[in-house]
């Protein structure tokens, strides 16, 4: 094989989808191992290296996994809007990887409880720029049709980082030590820069592609251009020049307006409010279980951080499995069927999940099962938000092409969802600890499950327990399109 040749087949290799699809996977699997990585290494980094009271634990556990999320409401529509205008990928992914190992290694290093806040901070920017470019680089590579499927796979690599972050950690802190436990993300996050650097994606194609002027034609083709013109009775009656002219302003125009016009018609669709909604509501879900379980589960079974990981595991095991298998199914039957089935399904088993104050009365065998049943149900909902927006997103481009710039508003619409799902991450921890040193685990499974900060909740009134995440079904049974494939056809 010649040098060419051989040159032709690297190319080849470094822009083709599969490394693409592959490269941006593995730094979705990164920032979620790094999210969840820290949970049962706190109270060892709080207590052992910082000296703090264990009183202290479960609050300031709840406000360094807060400040990941809330570093990033502000931040995120720019990102977006940064993205959406830059046609290649590759520079942004970059410089959030590199961002994202700086604040890893001051985490790690934990010199103050300040600067595990910076860390924390500067984690949840990168990974935010992160998530963004990444679901863009999916949906433009996955080809039409195959949205959903490439969403779900991507979905189970991106869980068996939320599943592996907790569960790596609790295993690698007690088995092996303080440093090599750290090492672990480090190596991940060094080889997903690797990754990103030796892949070559082709730059994004333009929403508005319009045809050459008289202007960027060779002289023999410009002569060839005003005959055929001249020649045909169909040709309009203005020149080329001049209609380009026209249609450059109305695009400059267009793209101007952009960031105004796609907020105001995207939020204004209950459609989206929807969307919104369920991303919403389950990583207030998600980030309660990271912020309460390791603590909880040491105080009423009196588990250590490996038991706590493989409570973590159980809890992420189906999606892995499943989720593949949800995202053929929601190419073929919708999305309105299936998120809605979760949603009621996963009210009572938040309620069931919070019944267990000890070993007693096979406290441990009721609670594992509910928490692998809530790991089942959540399958059905798990990135239903943000398939349902995308859809919205190509219904209103297809109306109206343009509305939203040359380059589209996909970066925009993962912002969308991006800010919903760090809000939940906020309130999750936040609200989570604040009512189980007030309430109980129990009272607040029970507001967990219906998402709201009912700090007087009692027993008494289980009976509307998981009242929100059943309203949530009946807002997705109402406002959820069929589905991707209704969309694209």
Not at 70 to 81: E, G, Q, R, V, Y
Not at 315 to 324: D, E, K, Q, T, V
């Amino acid at each position: 094989m010649s040098y060419i040749e051989s040159t032709r087949v690297v190319q080849g290799w470094r822009s083709s989808r599969t490394l693409i699809l592959g490269t941006a996977c593995l730094a979705l699997f990164t920032e979620t191992l790094l999210y969840g990585f820290v949970v049962p290494i706190l109270p060892y980094m709080l207590e052992v290296r910082l000296n703090q009271d264990s009183s202290q634990t479960q609050r300031t556990t709840s406000g360094l996994l807060s400040v990941h999320g809330f570093a990033t409401l502000i931040l995120t529509p720019l990102i977006a809007a940064a993205a959406d205008k830059t046609p290649n990928r590759k520079v942004p992914l970059t410089i959030a990887l590199v961002v994202t190992l700086i604040g890893t290694i001051l985490v790690a290093l934990t010199p103050t409880l300040w600067a595990i806040y910076l860390g924390r901070i500067l984690q949840g920017i990168s990974g935010s720029a992160a998530w963004i470019i990444c679901l863009a680089m999916l949906t433009d590579n996955a080809g039409e049709g195959r949205v959903g499927r490439v969403m779900g796979l991507s979905m189970s690599i991106v869980l068996s980082g939320t599943v592996g972050g907790p569960s790596l950690a609790g295993v690698l802190l007690q088995w092996a030590g303080y440093w090599p436990a750290w090492a672990v993300p480090i190596a991940i996050i060094l080889i997903n820069i690797l990754f990103r650097l030796i892949t070559d994606e082709p730059p994004k194609a333009s929403t508005s592609q319009q045809p050459p002027s008289r202007e960027s034609l060779s002289p023999d083709e410009q002569g060839s251009s005003v005959r055929d013109v001249e020649n045909s009775e169909e040709t309009p009656l203005l020149p080329d020049s001049a209609i380009t002219r026209e249609t450059a302003c109305q695009d400059e125009h267009t793209t101007t307006d952009a960031p105004v016009s796609f907020y105001y018609e995207m939020l204004s669709d209950c459609r989206v409010l929807a969307s919104i909604s369920s991303t919403t509501i389950y990583s207030i879900i998600i980030a309660g279980f990271n912020t309460t379980l390791p603590v909880h589960l040491r105080e009423i079974f009196n588990w250590g951080s490996f038991t706590v990981g493989m409570m973590f595991l159980i809890l992420r095991i189906p999606a892995i499995i499943l989720g593949p298998l949800m995202g053929w199914v929601r190419d073929h039957i919708g999305l309105r069927y299936p998120t809605t089935l979760g949603w009621a399904l996963l009210s009572p088993l938040m309620l069931c999940l919070g019944l267990p104050s000890g070993p007693e009365h096979h406290g441990k065998a009721l609670f594992i099962t509910c928490l692998a049943c809530i790991g089942i149900a959540s399958t059905l909902v798990q990135g239903a938000g943000v398939l349902h927006t995308i859809t919205i997103l190509k219904d209103v481009e297809n109306r109206r092409p343009k509305i939203f710039g040359p380059q589209g508003g996909l970066s925009r619409v993962f912002a969308i969802n991006e800010v919903s799902f760090n809000a939940g991450l906020m309130l999750g921890p936040l609200l989570s600890g604040i009512l189980s040193e007030e309430i109980g685990y129990y009272n607040m499974s029970v507001t967990l499950s219906k998402s709201l900060n009912l700090a007087r909740w009692n027993s008494s009134n289980s009976c509307i327990a998981g009242l929100i995440c059943l309203a949530n079904a009946i807002f997705v049974w109402n406002f959820f399109e069929r589905g991707l494939a209704h969309s694209e056809k």
